[in-house]
């Protein structure tokens, strides 16, 4: 996960500042983005579970300097597509 960090604050420095984000954005960005996504394989673990991985991402971002985490109000697709609850965070 330690890899995957720099990654996440690039992706969150370039959302405008005053901006509502919510982690499933962030997620997509680390799959979709050749620059990220073989790192975000890497850090992906057979021990534990992807929605707990997802989670990590989420505290990652929390943990960002300048951004809010506005609690698990958002509700967005996942990787599967399928909607889901999940964090939304203010620039």
């Known amino acids: ?3 995957l960090i720099p ?3 690039q ?5 405008p500042s005053k901006s509502y984000f919510d982690s ?8 979709r983005n050749p620059e990220y996504h ?9 021990k534990q579970e992807i929605y ?5 991402i989420a505290i990652a971002i929390k943990n960002i300097s300048g ?3 506005l609690g698990e109000i958002s509700y967005s ?3 599967y597509g399928k909607p889901d609850k999940c964090h939304l965070f203010k620039k």
């Open 11 to 15: 992706i969150v420095i370039k959302i």
């Open 77 to 79: 697709h996942s990787i």
């Open 24 to 31: 499933h954005f962030v997620i997509e960005e680390l799959i």
């Open 1 to 3: 996960m330690q890899n």
């Open 52 to 56: 707990q991985f997802h989670g990590q």
């Open 7 to 9: 990654c996440i604050q």
């Open 67 to 69: 951004i809010n985490d």
């Open 38 to 46: 073989i790192k975000y394989i890497k850090a992906c673990s057979d």
